[in-house]
């Protein structure tokens, strides 16, 4: 016999995204980066090393400070306008367990563009362990997820009208992959302007990258020059800091 199971906050959560997100205007886009050198400098770290996610999102952080539309969210409200962060403000989707639920967790990276790798990694194992400890967002979008429909379809709507809540809680770009376990996701729901994901880093550095990005903001050349400069950025000051890591300390 059937068995009827109520919707967690979780679930309502990822339905209410969903159909907030249809209201964006996005278009895909995919590339090919490559960056062999990022792959064997990570690769020569003892585990654990910092997750490639948090690779790609300092590279796309890194780009967004040389190419202002990446910073940028759309508005309507009171009329449509666009609103430019100082720096790029992102998320990473990480999965985490909250009781006996598996939640699709919000880890906001500020300033990526200058924090240390392992910091970063730091923010999304804690936001592992701990979802509602160390996500605010997640907390107020599960406590959102307990009130009625109407006000939390609402609740989005103006949210979006007004763009700054979406930078607050969203930011301008989210990060979600499976490319570590041998996947690619090629778009997601999401109302943030930039949704990147990655696919597996083949073993001469070559990997797939994907974007859906806000047509309101954004157009087709801010996707390759987005991926140009995270090219450069992986290969250059990223797999430099990751060399780093790997080397032994300084004498006195």
């Not at 392992?118 to 996500?135: H, I, Q």
Request: proline share 11%; hydrophobic share 50%.
């Amino acid at each position: 016999m059937n068995r009827r199971i109520p919707l967690s906050p979780g679930r309502r959560l990822m339905g209410d995204l969903s159909a907030a997100s249809r209201a964006v205007p996005r278009f895909l886009i995919r590339g090919r980066l490559s960056i062999p050198r990022a792959r064997a400098a990570r690769a020569a770290l003892p585990a654990p090393r910092p997750p490639w996610t948090t690779l790609f999102a300092k590279a796309f952080a890194m780009a967004a400070q040389q190419h202002p539309p990446l910073r940028r969210v759309h508005a309507s409200l009171p009329w449509p306008h666009l609103i430019e962060a100082p720096h790029a403000q992102g998320c990473v989707m990480v999965e985490a367990r909250d009781g006996e639920e598996t939640l699709l967790a919000p880890a906001r990276l500020f300033r990526a563009h200058d924090a240390p790798l392992p910091d970063l990694a730091r923010r999304l194992a804690a936001v592992k362990a701990s979802p509602r400890e160390a996500s605010p967002a997640l907390r107020w979008m599960l406590a959102t997820g307990r009130l009625p429909w109407p006000l939390r379809r609402a609740g989005y709507a103006l949210s979006m009208g007004l763009g700054w809540p979406v930078l607050r809680l969203g930011g301008n770009y989210a990060i979600s992959a499976l490319g570590e376990h041998g996947a690619e996701l090629l778009d997601s729901v999401s109302i943030v302007p930039v949704f990147l994901s990655f696919g597996p880093i083949a073993p001469d550095g070559g990997v797939n990258l994907h974007f859906a990005m806000d047509h309101r903001v954004l157009d087709g050349s801010d996707a390759i020059r987005a991926m140009a400069a995270m090219q450069a950025a992986l290969e250059g000051p990223i797999a430099d800091e990751l060399a780093a890591l790997d080397a032994p300390p300084p004498r006195d």
